[in-house]
Every structure is written in structure tokens, then in C-alpha cells.
T-cell receptor, first 110, second 114 residues
């Protein structure tokens, strides 16, 4: 089983709709969780950290489910500018370094 | 944002060439990293430096040779590469290594080996 698994997508989302996707991880020792965003041919950038109690940042909501070993990202009222690849990132799973998922591609269409 | 800058942004090199990628961070961070991103594959960690000392080498072939002269600069020296080494090479930095700090990436160097 891969350390971090993500549905590669693409998720085709009508503008204004809600989209949600998960990331599963195999190592229960993972301590910190993040969502990074990567635009086409650009570098990844931190979107938000994921806290145990769940957290929200504007239209973005992140959740952590330690029992089932997954994190999720929900995007409400999708904008065209939300089109990107969303990378699930864990820390603490393998030698105290960041482990990246392969990313979930989201395409928001008018 | 110009926290982490990489040069060159694009590089085409032959298999017998020697070239170098350069990275500079202006964030006062102690840790610097090289990652490789190939098409349809997750980011692969190549090297980690903490205060100029290499703390991790992820089984990277010797044709890739990192150099960290100080905590703000990181180089990746390239020699006799293979076509499968063509990828996006990302430099990154964080406040400390071995922590869950946010990692900041440079814009990357697109490498094509012909």
C-alpha cells in the first residue's frame, strides 16, 4: 500500500458547485497534515494545514479522520481559479520528513 | 513572492554535458531541499540539508551532486544525465528540518536531457 494515496482525477466541477476529495495514508504515526495547491507548471504552495478538529479557510474546509486514516478537502462555491492539482502532504510518517501524495486534479468549468 | 529563487528556469542538456542548478532562499531558513517531480508521479525527495550539512540522500544516483555552501544557497550539479532524468527539479526551504514546518518551494527548473 502506498504511503499516501489520492484519486488523481480530474474532478470536473461546474462553477459554483461543491467538490470534495480525500487522501488516505497508511502510517498511523503521521503527525501533521497539509493540503498544498499546485497550478499547472508551477510550484506547490501551502493551501492550509489540517487540524484534528477540522478547520475552515474561506471556501475551503479540511478534515482529519485519524481512525480511518484519511484527510479531506472540500471546496464550496468553486471558482474557475480553483482549477489546480491539490497535493496531500504528511509529516512524521517516514523518518520525520514530508511525504507527498500524487495529487488530485480539479477542473472548474463555467 | 521571491522567497526561494531558482535558476535557470529551463535547461536543455546533452547526456555528456555538465550543468548546475542554483537555488537561493531569502527566508532565513535552516533547511533546504531538492525534489524531483516527474510527470504523473509524486514529488520525490532527493536531498536534505540542515545548516549546510547534508542530512539525507534518498538513494539518488551519483550523477546528481548537491552542494550547500551556506544556509541560503543550494546547488545541484548535473553530470552525464539520462533522458529519464528529464523532470521538474524543485528547491525548497523550511525553518527547520525534522519538523512539520511549512515548506516553501522555488518555481522550479525544467530540465530536459536529450
Amino acid at each position: 500500500r502506498k504511503e499516501v494515496e489520492q484519486d488523481p482525477g480530474p474532478f470536473n466541477v461546474p462553477e459554483g458547485a461543491t467538490v470534495a476529495f480525500n487522501c488516505t495514508y497508511s502510517n498511523s504515526a503521521s503527525q501533521s497534515f497539509f493540503w498544498y495547491r499546485q497550478d499547472c507548471r508551477k510550484e506547490p504552495k501551502l493551501l492550509m494545514s489540517v487540524y484534528s478538529s477540522g478547520n475552515e479557510d474561506g471556501r475551503f474546509t479540511a478534515q482529519l479522520n485519524r481512525a480511518s486514516q484519511y484527510i479531506s478537502l472540500l471546496i464550496r462555491d468553486s471558482k474557475l481559479s480553483d482549477s489546480a492539482t491539490y497535493l496531500c502532504v504528511l509529516w512524521g510518517a517516514a523518518g520525520n520528513k514530508l511525504t507527498f501524495g500524487g495529487g488530485t486534479r480539479v477542473l472548474v468549468k463555467p | 513572492e521571491t522567497g526561494v529563487t531558482q535558476t535557470p528556469r529551463h535547461l536543455v542538456m546533452g547526456m555528456t554535458n555538465k550543468k548546475s542548478l542554483k537555488c537561493e532562499q531569502h527566508l532565513g531558513h535552516n533547511a533546504m531541499y531538492w525534489y524531483k517531480q516527474s510527470a504523473k508521479k509524486p514529488l520525490e525527495l532527493m536531498f536534505v540539508y540542515s545548516l549546510e550539512e547534508r542530512v539525507e540522500n534518498n538513494s539518488v544516483p551519483s550523477r546528481f551532486s548537491p552542494e550547500c555552501p551556506n544556509s541560503s544557497h543550494l546547488f545541484l550539479h548535473l553530470h552525464t544525465l539520462q533522458p529519464e532524468d528529464s523532470a521538474l527539479y524543485l528547491c525548497a526551504s523550511s525553518q527547520y528540518v525534522d519538523s512539520g514546518n511549512t515548506i516553501y518551494f522555488g518555481e522550479g527548473s525544467w530540465l530536459t536531457v536529450v
